[in-house]
Protein backbone atom coordinates (compact mmCIF):
# COMPACT_ATOMS: atom_id res chain seq x y z
CA UNK A 1 0.00 0.00 0.00
CA UNK A 2 2.57 2.55 1.21
CA UNK A 3 4.97 1.43 -1.81
CA UNK A 4 2.19 1.68 -3.77
CA UNK A 5 1.18 5.35 -2.65
CA UNK A 6 4.81 6.35 -3.09
CA UNK A 7 5.06 4.71 -6.95
CA UNK A 8 2.40 7.01 -7.71
CA UNK A 9 3.70 9.74 -6.32
CA UNK A 10 6.78 9.05 -8.23
CA UNK A 11 4.40 9.00 -11.22
CA UNK A 12 3.27 12.35 -10.63
CA UNK A 13 6.81 14.24 -11.29
CA UNK A 14 6.66 13.60 -14.57
CA UNK A 15 3.29 14.42 -15.01
CA UNK A 16 4.13 17.67 -13.43
CA UNK A 17 6.86 18.53 -15.13
CA UNK A 18 5.17 17.75 -18.80
CA UNK A 19 2.43 20.29 -17.47
CA UNK A 20 4.71 22.56 -16.54
CA UNK A 21 6.67 22.47 -19.83
CA UNK A 22 3.42 22.25 -21.87
CA UNK A 23 2.28 25.40 -20.55
CA UNK A 24 5.21 27.31 -20.06
CA UNK A 25 5.82 26.78 -23.94
CA UNK A 26 2.29 27.04 -25.38
CA UNK A 27 2.08 30.51 -23.15
CA UNK A 28 5.18 31.80 -24.68
CA UNK A 29 4.51 30.59 -28.42
CA UNK A 30 1.49 32.95 -28.02
CA UNK A 31 0.71 35.59 -30.61
CA UNK A 32 1.53 39.19 -29.25
CA UNK A 33 3.49 39.57 -26.22
CA UNK A 34 2.06 40.43 -23.29
CA UNK A 35 3.24 43.63 -23.42
CA UNK A 36 1.70 44.43 -26.89
CA UNK A 37 -1.18 46.87 -25.67
CA UNK A 38 -3.90 48.68 -27.25
CA UNK A 39 -2.22 51.42 -26.78
CA UNK A 40 1.39 52.61 -28.53
CA UNK A 41 4.17 52.36 -25.69
CA UNK A 42 7.40 53.83 -26.21
CA UNK A 43 9.89 50.88 -27.23
CA UNK A 44 12.19 52.04 -24.01
CA UNK A 45 9.36 51.22 -22.26
CA UNK A 46 8.74 47.70 -23.82
CA UNK A 47 12.51 47.02 -23.29
CA UNK A 48 12.91 48.24 -19.57
CA UNK A 49 8.99 45.70 -18.97
CA UNK A 50 11.25 42.90 -20.89
CA UNK A 51 13.91 43.37 -18.90
CA UNK A 52 12.03 42.95 -15.59
CA UNK A 53 10.28 40.02 -16.40
CA UNK A 54 13.37 38.28 -17.69
CA UNK A 55 11.97 38.02 -21.06
CA UNK A 56 15.22 39.72 -23.46
CA UNK A 57 16.67 36.31 -22.40
CA UNK A 58 16.28 32.90 -24.61
CA UNK A 59 13.68 31.04 -24.23
CA UNK A 60 15.12 28.12 -22.88
CA UNK A 61 16.68 30.28 -20.45
CA UNK A 62 13.74 31.80 -19.05
CA UNK A 63 12.38 28.20 -19.03
CA UNK A 64 14.85 26.69 -16.97
CA UNK A 65 14.69 29.56 -14.56
CA UNK A 66 10.98 29.92 -14.10
CA UNK A 67 11.31 26.11 -13.64
CA UNK A 68 13.61 26.64 -11.14
CA UNK A 69 11.31 29.03 -9.43
CA UNK A 70 8.61 27.08 -9.64
CA UNK A 71 9.88 24.02 -7.93
CA UNK A 72 10.24 26.70 -5.36
CA UNK A 73 7.06 27.05 -5.48
CA UNK A 74 7.38 30.96 -6.53
CA UNK A 75 4.97 31.73 -9.62
CA UNK A 76 6.49 35.24 -9.97
CA UNK A 77 4.94 38.40 -10.60
CA UNK A 78 1.65 39.03 -12.29
CA UNK A 79 1.37 41.11 -15.53
CA UNK A 80 -1.57 42.77 -14.41
CA UNK A 81 -1.93 43.22 -11.02
CA UNK A 82 1.18 45.35 -10.87
CA UNK A 83 3.10 44.91 -7.18
CA UNK A 84 1.31 41.24 -6.75
CA UNK A 85 2.63 38.22 -6.95
CA UNK A 86 0.92 35.42 -8.78
CA UNK A 87 1.14 33.57 -5.06
CA UNK A 88 -0.54 36.14 -3.35
CA UNK A 89 -3.61 35.48 -5.97
CA UNK A 90 -3.29 32.48 -5.37
CA UNK A 91 -3.19 32.28 -1.14
CA UNK A 92 -6.10 35.25 -1.93
CA UNK A 93 -8.49 32.92 -4.12
CA UNK A 94 -8.02 29.77 -2.71
CA UNK A 95 -9.50 29.83 0.55
CA UNK A 96 -12.71 30.76 -0.75
CA UNK A 97 -13.00 28.39 -3.87
CA UNK A 98 -11.95 25.55 -1.14
CA UNK A 99 -14.81 26.58 0.94
CA UNK A 100 -17.21 26.67 -2.50
CA UNK A 101 -16.14 23.88 -3.19
CA UNK A 102 -16.26 22.22 0.18
CA UNK A 103 -19.75 22.87 0.40
CA UNK A 104 -20.73 21.61 -3.18
CA UNK A 105 -18.93 18.44 -2.27
CA UNK A 106 -21.31 18.37 1.11
CA UNK A 107 -24.59 18.79 -1.01
CA UNK A 108 -23.15 16.41 -3.53
CA UNK A 109 -22.65 13.60 -1.40
CA UNK A 110 -25.55 13.89 1.12
CA UNK A 111 -28.36 13.93 -1.51
CA UNK A 112 -26.63 12.09 -4.29
CA UNK A 113 -25.82 9.07 -1.56
CA UNK A 114 -29.39 9.34 -0.04
CA UNK A 115 -30.84 9.78 -3.35
CA UNK A 116 -28.81 6.62 -4.56
CA UNK A 117 -28.72 4.00 -1.51
CA UNK A 118 -32.40 4.75 -1.10
CA UNK A 119 -33.63 3.88 -5.31
CA UNK A 120 -30.99 0.75 -4.59
CA UNK A 121 -33.36 -0.79 -1.69
CA UNK A 122 -36.29 -0.38 -3.73
CA UNK A 123 -35.42 -1.14 -7.35
CA UNK A 124 -37.93 -0.23 -10.23
CA UNK A 125 -40.50 1.40 -8.05
CA UNK A 126 -41.55 4.80 -7.40
CA UNK A 127 -38.42 5.37 -4.88
CA UNK A 128 -36.05 4.31 -7.83
CA UNK A 129 -38.03 6.14 -10.64
CA UNK A 130 -38.48 9.91 -9.21
CA UNK A 131 -34.36 10.79 -7.77
CA UNK A 132 -33.03 9.05 -11.12
CA UNK A 133 -35.37 10.89 -13.06
CA UNK A 134 -34.24 13.97 -11.10
CA UNK A 135 -30.54 12.62 -11.72
CA UNK A 136 -30.76 12.73 -15.29
CA UNK A 137 -31.93 16.33 -14.84
CA UNK A 138 -29.27 17.33 -12.33
CA UNK A 139 -27.10 15.68 -15.27
CA UNK A 140 -28.47 17.78 -18.53
CA UNK A 141 -29.03 21.04 -16.15
CA UNK A 142 -25.17 22.70 -16.91
CA UNK A 143 -24.41 24.87 -13.66
CA UNK A 144 -24.01 28.11 -16.00
CA UNK A 145 -27.85 26.98 -16.69
CA UNK A 146 -29.30 25.95 -13.47
CA UNK A 147 -27.31 29.33 -11.58
CA UNK A 148 -28.84 32.24 -13.35
CA UNK A 149 -32.25 29.64 -13.00
CA UNK A 150 -31.56 30.10 -9.16
CA UNK A 151 -31.02 33.43 -8.97
CA UNK A 152 -34.23 33.97 -10.93
CA UNK A 153 -36.44 32.27 -8.86
CA UNK A 154 -34.90 32.53 -5.31
CA UNK A 155 -33.07 35.41 -5.83
CA UNK A 156 -35.22 37.98 -7.56
CA UNK A 157 -38.79 36.88 -7.88
CA UNK A 158 -39.28 35.39 -4.57
CA UNK A 159 -36.41 37.24 -2.70
CA UNK A 160 -35.16 34.89 -0.55
CA UNK A 161 -31.60 34.95 -0.83
CA UNK A 162 -28.82 37.25 -2.17
CA UNK A 163 -28.21 36.57 -5.71
CA UNK A 164 -23.95 37.50 -5.42
CA UNK A 165 -21.22 37.54 -2.79
CA UNK A 166 -19.63 35.54 -0.65
CA UNK A 167 -19.83 35.79 2.97
CA UNK A 168 -20.90 39.42 2.94
CA UNK A 169 -24.54 38.72 3.69
CA UNK A 170 -26.30 35.60 5.51
CA UNK A 171 -27.00 33.04 3.25
CA UNK A 172 -24.90 34.36 0.28
CA UNK A 173 -23.20 31.04 -0.13
CA UNK A 174 -26.62 28.81 -0.09
CA UNK A 175 -27.25 29.77 -3.87
CA UNK A 176 -23.87 28.98 -5.01
CA UNK A 177 -22.68 25.58 -3.35
CA UNK A 178 -26.30 24.53 -4.21
CA UNK A 179 -25.39 25.48 -8.38
CA UNK A 180 -21.88 23.71 -8.26
CA UNK A 181 -23.07 20.65 -6.04
CA UNK A 182 -26.18 19.39 -8.19
CA UNK A 183 -24.54 18.29 -10.97
CA UNK A 184 -22.23 15.90 -8.91
CA UNK A 185 -25.24 15.19 -6.64
CA UNK A 186 -27.00 13.43 -9.79
CA UNK A 187 -23.57 11.44 -10.48
CA UNK A 188 -23.22 10.43 -7.45
CA UNK A 189 -26.52 9.20 -7.36
CA UNK A 190 -26.32 7.52 -9.92
CA UNK A 191 -22.96 5.68 -9.05
CA UNK A 192 -24.41 4.55 -5.40
CA UNK A 193 -27.63 3.38 -7.19
CA UNK A 194 -25.06 0.74 -9.68
CA UNK A 195 -22.86 0.10 -6.57
CA UNK A 196 -25.57 -0.84 -4.34
CA UNK A 197 -27.48 -2.61 -6.70
CA UNK A 198 -24.23 -4.88 -7.52
CA UNK A 199 -23.67 -5.35 -3.69
CA UNK A 200 -26.95 -6.07 -2.30
CA UNK A 201 -26.78 -9.13 -5.13
CA UNK A 202 -23.91 -10.60 -3.67
CA UNK A 203 -23.61 -13.61 -1.24
CA UNK A 204 -22.69 -12.31 1.98
CA UNK A 205 -25.35 -9.90 1.91
CA UNK A 206 -28.10 -12.88 1.63
CA UNK A 207 -25.52 -14.48 4.35
CA UNK A 208 -26.43 -11.21 6.62
CA UNK A 209 -29.64 -11.28 6.43
CA UNK A 210 -30.27 -14.98 6.54
CA UNK A 211 -28.77 -14.09 10.30
CA UNK A 212 -31.64 -11.88 10.63
CA UNK A 213 -30.21 -8.27 10.76
CA UNK A 214 -32.66 -5.93 10.24
CA UNK A 215 -32.16 -4.35 6.49
CA UNK A 216 -30.87 -0.99 7.86
CA UNK A 217 -28.21 -2.46 9.50
CA UNK A 218 -27.80 -4.76 6.54
CA UNK A 219 -27.32 -1.91 3.97
CA UNK A 220 -25.01 0.70 7.15
CA UNK A 221 -22.54 -2.73 8.29
CA UNK A 222 -22.36 -4.80 4.90
CA UNK A 223 -23.20 -2.74 1.84
CA UNK A 224 -22.51 0.87 2.19
CA UNK A 225 -18.58 -0.08 2.11
CA UNK A 226 -18.52 -2.13 -1.32
CA UNK A 227 -21.52 0.02 -3.09
CA UNK A 228 -19.62 2.97 -2.33
CA UNK A 229 -16.19 2.24 -3.78
CA UNK A 230 -17.74 3.51 -7.29
CA UNK A 231 -18.83 6.84 -5.66
CA UNK A 232 -15.10 7.59 -3.75
CA UNK A 233 -13.22 6.64 -7.30
CA UNK A 234 -15.30 9.62 -8.34
CA UNK A 235 -14.55 12.16 -5.68
CA UNK A 236 -10.90 12.86 -8.05
CA UNK A 237 -12.80 13.23 -11.07
CA UNK A 238 -15.27 15.32 -9.50
CA UNK A 239 -12.64 17.24 -7.57
CA UNK A 240 -11.32 18.88 -10.87
CA UNK A 241 -14.87 19.00 -12.45
CA UNK A 242 -15.27 21.47 -8.77
CA UNK A 243 -12.30 23.27 -9.71
CA UNK A 244 -13.38 24.10 -13.10
CA UNK A 245 -17.06 24.33 -12.45
CA UNK A 246 -15.97 27.30 -10.23
CA UNK A 247 -14.94 29.16 -12.98
CA UNK A 248 -18.43 29.96 -13.86
CA UNK A 249 -20.23 29.43 -10.21
CA UNK A 250 -17.79 32.25 -8.91
CA UNK A 251 -18.76 34.13 -12.45
CA UNK A 252 -21.93 34.01 -12.13
CA UNK A 253 -21.85 34.86 -8.23
CA UNK A 254 -19.04 37.29 -8.07
CA UNK A 255 -17.18 35.49 -5.43
CA UNK A 256 -13.48 36.53 -5.99
CA UNK A 257 -12.34 32.77 -6.15
CA UNK A 258 -9.86 30.94 -8.11
CA UNK A 259 -11.84 30.34 -10.45
CA UNK A 260 -12.72 33.86 -11.13
CA UNK A 261 -9.40 34.95 -11.12
CA UNK A 262 -8.57 32.19 -13.69
CA UNK A 263 -10.77 33.49 -15.79
CA UNK A 264 -10.28 36.95 -15.83
CA UNK A 265 -6.49 36.31 -16.42
CA UNK A 266 -7.54 34.46 -19.30
CA UNK A 267 -9.64 37.90 -20.48
CA UNK A 268 -6.63 39.99 -19.67
CA UNK A 269 -3.79 38.02 -21.46
CA UNK A 270 -1.62 37.81 -17.61
CA UNK A 271 0.62 35.08 -18.91
CA UNK A 272 2.01 35.20 -15.38
CA UNK A 273 -1.15 34.47 -13.29
CA UNK A 274 -2.41 32.32 -16.38
CA UNK A 275 0.46 30.25 -16.31
CA UNK A 276 1.04 29.89 -12.46
CA UNK A 277 -2.57 29.23 -11.68
CA UNK A 278 -2.43 26.45 -14.63
CA UNK A 279 0.17 24.54 -12.95
CA UNK A 280 -0.96 25.15 -9.36
CA UNK A 281 -4.12 24.09 -10.27
CA UNK A 282 -3.07 20.73 -12.32
CA UNK A 283 -0.79 19.86 -9.02
CA UNK A 284 -3.76 20.29 -6.90
CA UNK A 285 -6.20 17.94 -9.51
CA UNK A 286 -3.74 14.86 -9.50
CA UNK A 287 -3.05 15.09 -6.13
CA UNK A 288 -6.48 14.34 -5.62
CA UNK A 289 -6.77 11.95 -8.21
CA UNK A 290 -3.92 9.97 -6.02
CA UNK A 291 -5.84 10.59 -2.89
CA UNK A 292 -9.00 9.17 -4.59
CA UNK A 293 -7.32 5.95 -5.99
CA UNK A 294 -5.92 5.23 -3.01
CA UNK A 295 -9.15 5.90 -0.69
CA UNK A 296 -11.06 3.36 -3.13
CA UNK A 297 -8.27 0.99 -2.68
CA UNK A 298 -8.43 0.94 1.02
CA UNK A 299 -11.70 -0.06 1.14
CA UNK A 300 -11.22 -2.70 -2.00
CA UNK A 301 -9.80 -5.64 -0.20
CA UNK A 302 -9.39 -7.33 -3.87
CA UNK A 303 -8.00 -4.30 -5.60
CA UNK A 304 -5.43 -4.57 -2.39
CA UNK A 305 -4.28 -7.90 -3.16
CA UNK A 306 -4.27 -6.97 -6.59
CA UNK A 307 -1.39 -4.65 -6.02
CA UNK A 308 0.39 -6.77 -3.70
CA UNK A 309 0.23 -9.53 -6.50
CA UNK A 310 2.08 -7.12 -8.78
CA UNK A 311 4.20 -5.65 -6.61
CA UNK B 1 -27.48 -24.46 -41.60
CA UNK B 2 -26.20 -21.68 -43.53
CA UNK B 3 -29.62 -19.75 -42.72
CA UNK B 4 -29.13 -20.46 -39.31
CA UNK B 5 -25.55 -18.88 -39.29
CA UNK B 6 -27.28 -15.92 -41.13
CA UNK B 7 -30.12 -15.42 -39.00
CA UNK B 8 -27.04 -15.71 -35.81
CA UNK B 9 -25.55 -12.50 -37.46
CA UNK B 10 -28.18 -10.16 -37.56
CA UNK B 11 -29.77 -11.35 -34.98
CA UNK B 12 -27.57 -8.90 -32.50
CA UNK B 13 -28.32 -5.40 -34.16
CA UNK B 14 -32.10 -7.22 -34.47
CA UNK B 15 -32.31 -7.98 -30.83
CA UNK B 16 -30.98 -4.53 -30.30
CA UNK B 17 -33.41 -3.19 -32.07
CA UNK B 18 -36.34 -4.93 -30.68
CA UNK B 19 -35.00 -3.81 -26.82
CA UNK B 20 -34.22 -0.43 -28.08
CA UNK B 21 -37.80 -0.47 -29.35
CA UNK B 22 -39.75 -0.88 -26.15
CA UNK B 23 -37.35 1.83 -24.31
CA UNK B 24 -39.80 4.39 -24.94
CA UNK B 25 -37.35 7.14 -23.49
CA UNK B 26 -34.39 6.43 -25.72
CA UNK B 27 -36.99 6.26 -28.65
CA UNK B 28 -38.33 10.00 -27.76
CA UNK B 29 -34.84 10.62 -27.24
CA UNK B 30 -33.90 9.31 -30.96
CA UNK B 31 -36.85 11.01 -32.31
CA UNK B 32 -35.59 14.34 -30.60
CA UNK B 33 -32.27 14.01 -31.96
CA UNK B 34 -32.96 13.14 -36.06
CA UNK B 35 -35.35 16.69 -35.24
CA UNK B 36 -32.65 18.16 -34.46
CA UNK B 37 -30.44 16.64 -36.94
CA UNK B 38 -33.35 17.71 -39.77
CA UNK B 39 -33.92 20.92 -38.35
CA UNK B 40 -29.98 21.97 -38.54
CA UNK B 41 -29.54 21.37 -41.71
CA UNK B 42 -32.67 23.03 -43.19
CA UNK B 43 -32.56 26.10 -41.01
CA UNK B 44 -31.89 28.13 -44.01
CA UNK B 45 -35.10 26.87 -45.46
CA UNK B 46 -37.03 27.12 -42.43
CA UNK B 47 -36.56 29.63 -40.47
CA UNK B 48 -38.75 32.10 -39.93
CA UNK B 49 -36.71 35.69 -40.27
CA UNK B 50 -33.34 36.06 -41.40
CA UNK B 51 -30.26 35.31 -39.04
CA UNK B 52 -29.70 38.94 -38.70
CA UNK B 53 -32.75 40.46 -39.61
CA UNK B 54 -33.40 43.41 -36.73
CA UNK B 55 -36.21 45.13 -35.66
CA UNK B 56 -35.03 48.03 -33.64
CA UNK B 57 -38.48 49.57 -32.98
CA UNK B 58 -39.38 46.05 -31.19
CA UNK B 59 -36.42 45.85 -29.21
CA UNK B 60 -36.92 42.85 -26.82
CA UNK B 61 -40.55 41.30 -26.68
CA UNK B 62 -42.36 38.13 -25.49
CA UNK B 63 -43.47 35.15 -26.84
CA UNK B 64 -45.87 36.28 -29.36
CA UNK B 65 -47.83 34.93 -32.58
CA UNK B 66 -44.97 36.82 -35.01
CA UNK B 67 -42.23 35.85 -32.48
CA UNK B 68 -43.18 32.40 -30.86
CA UNK B 69 -40.25 32.60 -28.58
CA UNK B 70 -40.26 36.41 -28.36
CA UNK B 71 -37.43 38.95 -29.48
CA UNK B 72 -33.70 39.46 -28.58
CA UNK B 73 -33.18 43.21 -27.03
CA UNK B 74 -31.99 43.72 -31.00
CA UNK B 75 -35.41 43.04 -32.00
CA UNK B 76 -34.02 39.63 -33.55
CA UNK B 77 -36.71 36.82 -33.82
CA UNK B 78 -35.44 34.34 -30.78
CA UNK B 79 -36.51 30.94 -32.60
CA UNK B 80 -34.25 31.61 -35.77
CA UNK B 81 -31.35 32.87 -33.34
CA UNK B 82 -31.49 29.34 -31.73
CA UNK B 83 -32.10 27.40 -35.04
CA UNK B 84 -28.62 29.07 -35.85
CA UNK B 85 -26.93 28.01 -32.64
CA UNK B 86 -28.50 24.82 -32.71
CA UNK B 87 -26.27 24.40 -35.64
CA UNK B 88 -23.07 25.41 -34.48
CA UNK B 89 -24.03 23.30 -30.87
CA UNK B 90 -24.71 20.25 -33.05
CA UNK B 91 -21.61 20.52 -35.59
CA UNK B 92 -19.45 21.03 -32.60
CA UNK B 93 -20.80 17.87 -30.93
CA UNK B 94 -20.71 15.38 -34.38
CA UNK B 95 -17.19 17.16 -35.22
CA UNK B 96 -14.77 17.34 -32.11
CA UNK B 97 -16.79 13.60 -31.50
CA UNK B 98 -15.94 12.56 -34.75
CA UNK B 99 -12.42 13.44 -34.25
CA UNK B 100 -12.49 12.04 -31.49
CA UNK B 101 -13.66 8.17 -32.74
CA UNK B 102 -10.65 8.08 -35.13
CA UNK B 103 -7.97 9.21 -33.08
CA UNK B 104 -9.52 6.73 -30.47
CA UNK B 105 -10.57 3.93 -32.46
CA UNK B 106 -7.02 3.70 -34.19
CA UNK B 107 -5.04 4.16 -31.33
CA UNK B 108 -6.61 1.49 -29.41
CA UNK B 109 -7.25 -0.58 -32.28
CA UNK B 110 -3.30 -0.46 -32.69
CA UNK B 111 -2.81 -0.78 -29.18
CA UNK B 112 -4.79 -3.79 -28.52
CA UNK B 113 -3.84 -5.33 -31.82
CA UNK B 114 -0.13 -5.72 -31.44
CA UNK B 115 -0.08 -5.76 -28.16
CA UNK B 116 3.39 -5.76 -25.85
CA UNK B 117 5.58 -3.75 -25.73
CA UNK B 118 3.77 -1.21 -28.01
CA UNK B 119 0.46 -1.80 -26.19
CA UNK B 120 1.80 -0.60 -22.90
CA UNK B 121 3.91 2.15 -23.85
CA UNK B 122 0.45 3.51 -25.86
CA UNK B 123 -1.67 2.84 -23.05
CA UNK B 124 1.17 4.71 -20.73
CA UNK B 125 0.92 7.75 -23.05
CA UNK B 126 -3.22 7.56 -22.19
CA UNK B 127 -2.96 7.11 -18.39
CA UNK B 128 -0.32 9.84 -18.64
CA UNK B 129 -2.73 12.37 -20.45
CA UNK B 130 -5.39 11.05 -18.27
CA UNK B 131 -3.75 12.97 -15.45
CA UNK B 132 -3.79 16.40 -16.91
CA UNK B 133 -6.56 18.49 -16.45
CA UNK B 134 -7.91 19.02 -19.88
CA UNK B 135 -10.64 21.99 -18.85
CA UNK B 136 -7.86 24.03 -17.70
CA UNK B 137 -5.43 23.09 -20.88
CA UNK B 138 -8.52 23.76 -23.29
CA UNK B 139 -8.75 27.45 -21.78
CA UNK B 140 -5.19 28.06 -22.53
CA UNK B 141 -5.30 27.30 -26.16
CA UNK B 142 -8.54 29.37 -26.36
CA UNK B 143 -6.53 32.12 -24.66
CA UNK B 144 -2.97 31.92 -26.03
CA UNK B 145 -4.34 30.80 -30.16
CA UNK B 146 -7.37 32.91 -30.20
CA UNK B 147 -11.23 31.86 -30.12
CA UNK B 148 -10.88 29.64 -33.22
CA UNK B 149 -13.44 27.22 -34.08
CA UNK B 150 -11.31 24.93 -35.75
CA UNK B 151 -9.19 24.99 -33.14
CA UNK B 152 -11.76 24.24 -30.40
CA UNK B 153 -13.21 21.09 -32.68
CA UNK B 154 -9.59 19.66 -32.25
CA UNK B 155 -9.10 20.59 -28.95
CA UNK B 156 -12.21 19.36 -27.74
CA UNK B 157 -11.49 16.36 -29.81
CA UNK B 158 -8.11 15.77 -28.92
CA UNK B 159 -9.39 15.46 -25.21
CA UNK B 160 -12.27 12.90 -25.77
CA UNK B 161 -10.33 9.79 -27.44
CA UNK B 162 -8.94 8.83 -24.72
CA UNK B 163 -11.48 6.78 -23.02
CA UNK B 164 -12.55 5.97 -26.18
CA UNK B 165 -8.94 3.79 -27.13
CA UNK B 166 -9.30 2.21 -23.62
CA UNK B 167 -12.57 1.04 -25.00
CA UNK B 168 -11.37 -0.20 -28.24
CA UNK B 169 -8.40 -1.52 -26.97
CA UNK B 170 -10.24 -3.67 -24.32
CA UNK B 171 -12.26 -4.71 -27.06
CA UNK B 172 -9.61 -5.94 -29.47
CA UNK B 173 -7.85 -7.47 -27.09
CA UNK B 174 -10.49 -9.96 -26.76
CA UNK B 175 -10.62 -10.35 -30.52
CA UNK B 176 -7.83 -11.03 -31.33
CA UNK B 177 -7.96 -14.64 -30.31
CA UNK B 178 -11.03 -15.21 -31.77
CA UNK B 179 -10.63 -18.22 -34.48
CA UNK B 180 -12.22 -15.59 -37.41
CA UNK B 181 -8.93 -13.68 -37.03
CA UNK B 182 -6.74 -16.55 -37.06
CA UNK B 183 -8.70 -17.77 -40.42
CA UNK B 184 -7.90 -13.97 -41.82
CA UNK B 185 -4.62 -14.37 -40.52
CA UNK B 186 -4.22 -17.53 -42.38
CA UNK B 187 -5.62 -16.52 -45.40
CA UNK B 188 -2.92 -14.32 -45.97
CA UNK B 189 -4.76 -10.98 -44.88
CA UNK B 190 -2.10 -8.28 -44.62
CA UNK B 191 -2.57 -6.97 -40.45
CA UNK B 192 -4.13 -3.61 -41.64
CA UNK B 193 -6.68 -5.21 -43.71
CA UNK B 194 -7.70 -7.49 -40.31
CA UNK B 195 -7.83 -4.61 -38.43
CA UNK B 196 -10.10 -2.64 -40.44
CA UNK B 197 -12.24 -5.67 -41.84
CA UNK B 198 -12.09 -8.14 -38.93
CA UNK B 199 -11.47 -6.17 -35.93
CA UNK B 200 -12.92 -2.72 -36.11
CA UNK B 201 -16.56 -3.82 -37.09
CA UNK B 202 -16.87 -5.85 -34.04
CA UNK B 203 -15.70 -3.05 -31.87
CA UNK B 204 -19.02 -0.73 -32.81
CA UNK B 205 -21.52 -2.02 -30.18
CA UNK B 206 -19.55 -0.33 -27.28
CA UNK B 207 -18.16 2.60 -29.83
CA UNK B 208 -21.92 3.43 -30.57
CA UNK B 209 -23.05 3.77 -27.27
CA UNK B 210 -19.93 5.36 -26.29
CA UNK B 211 -20.03 8.05 -29.02
CA UNK B 212 -23.73 8.90 -28.02
CA UNK B 213 -22.68 9.57 -24.89
CA UNK B 214 -19.74 11.69 -25.75
CA UNK B 215 -21.45 13.81 -28.23
CA UNK B 216 -23.70 15.75 -25.32
CA UNK B 217 -20.59 15.89 -23.40
CA UNK B 218 -18.43 17.60 -25.93
CA UNK B 219 -21.71 20.01 -26.41
CA UNK B 220 -22.21 20.64 -22.58
CA UNK B 221 -18.36 21.76 -23.07
CA UNK B 222 -18.78 23.83 -26.15
CA UNK B 223 -21.96 25.29 -24.22
CA UNK B 224 -19.46 26.25 -20.88
CA UNK B 225 -16.55 27.57 -23.27
CA UNK B 226 -19.12 29.53 -25.37
CA UNK B 227 -20.72 30.75 -21.84
CA UNK B 228 -17.10 32.00 -20.34
CA UNK B 229 -16.67 33.87 -23.22
CA UNK B 230 -14.13 31.39 -24.75
CA UNK B 231 -15.72 29.10 -27.14
CA UNK B 232 -17.51 30.29 -30.24
CA UNK B 233 -17.68 34.22 -30.64
CA UNK B 234 -20.19 36.50 -32.29
CA UNK B 235 -21.60 36.74 -35.26
CA UNK B 236 -21.66 32.87 -34.57
CA UNK B 237 -24.03 31.80 -32.49
CA UNK B 238 -24.15 28.82 -30.02
CA UNK B 239 -26.73 27.72 -27.33
CA UNK B 240 -24.12 28.29 -24.96
CA UNK B 241 -23.54 31.94 -26.13
CA UNK B 242 -27.25 32.35 -26.12
CA UNK B 243 -27.55 31.74 -22.75
CA UNK B 244 -24.42 34.15 -21.73
CA UNK B 245 -26.86 36.50 -22.89
CA UNK B 246 -29.67 35.85 -21.58
CA UNK B 247 -28.08 36.05 -17.97
CA UNK B 248 -27.53 39.35 -18.79
CA UNK B 249 -30.71 40.41 -19.53
CA UNK B 250 -33.04 37.64 -17.44
CA UNK B 251 -33.78 40.08 -15.21
CA UNK B 252 -35.93 41.97 -17.61
CA UNK B 253 -36.67 39.84 -20.26
CA UNK B 254 -36.53 35.79 -18.65
CA UNK B 255 -37.46 33.79 -21.79
CA UNK B 256 -34.26 35.16 -23.30
CA UNK B 257 -32.15 32.98 -21.13
CA UNK B 258 -35.34 29.76 -20.40
CA UNK B 259 -35.65 29.04 -24.48
CA UNK B 260 -32.04 28.74 -25.19
CA UNK B 261 -32.12 26.93 -21.89
CA UNK B 262 -34.24 24.39 -22.49
CA UNK B 263 -33.02 23.90 -26.29
CA UNK B 264 -29.70 22.96 -24.90
CA UNK B 265 -31.13 20.99 -21.83
CA UNK B 266 -34.06 19.07 -23.78
CA UNK B 267 -30.79 17.80 -26.34
CA UNK B 268 -28.80 16.82 -23.60
CA UNK B 269 -31.66 14.74 -22.04
CA UNK B 270 -32.17 13.30 -25.35
CA UNK B 271 -28.66 11.65 -26.49
CA UNK B 272 -28.20 10.60 -22.97
CA UNK B 273 -31.40 8.56 -22.59
CA UNK B 274 -30.58 7.36 -26.30
CA UNK B 275 -27.42 6.42 -25.19
CA UNK B 276 -28.50 4.91 -22.20
CA UNK B 277 -30.69 2.71 -23.71
CA UNK B 278 -28.10 1.57 -26.72
CA UNK B 279 -26.07 0.87 -23.91
CA UNK B 280 -28.74 -1.73 -22.27
CA UNK B 281 -29.58 -2.74 -26.44
CA UNK B 282 -26.34 -3.29 -27.15
CA UNK B 283 -25.04 -5.24 -24.12
CA UNK B 284 -25.26 -8.92 -24.91
CA UNK B 285 -25.17 -9.60 -20.99
CA UNK B 286 -28.61 -7.51 -20.21
CA UNK B 287 -30.70 -10.53 -20.42
CA UNK B 288 -33.70 -10.51 -23.02
CA UNK B 289 -37.02 -10.17 -21.12
Redesign the interface.
Known sequence: MYRFAISRLLQAIPVLLMVVTVTFFLVHSAPGGPFSADKAVPPEVIKALEEQYNLNQPVWQQYLSYLGDVVQGDFGPSFKYSGRTVNELIAAGLPITAELAFYAMLVALSVGITAGVGAAMRPNTMQDYLPMTGAMIGICMPSFLLGPLLVLVFGIHLDWLPVSGWGDIPGDKILPSITLGTGYAAYIARLSRGGMLEVLSQDYIRTARAKGLSERLVIIKHALRGGLIPVVAFLGPAFAGLLAGSFVVETIFQIPGLGRFYVQAAFNRDYTLILGMTIFLSTLIILFNLLSDMLAIWLNPKLRQEIRGTN | MADAIEEHGTSLWKDAWIKLSKNRLALFGLAVLIMLILTSLLTPLIAPYGYETQDLDMGATAPSLQHWLGTDIFGRDMLTRIMYGGRVSLMVGFIATAVALVIGISWGAIAGFFGGRLDAIMMRIVD?LY???F???I????????RNILLLFLAIGAVEWLTMARIVRSQVMALRNQEFVEAANSLGLSEWTIIRRHIIPNTLGPVIVYTTLTI?SVM?LE??LS????GIQPPESSW?LL??Y??ET??EF?WL??FP?IA??LT??AL??LGDGLRDALDPRTSKD
Open positions: VALPMIFILLMVVFGPLAFFLGLGINGVMEPLIGLSLFNF
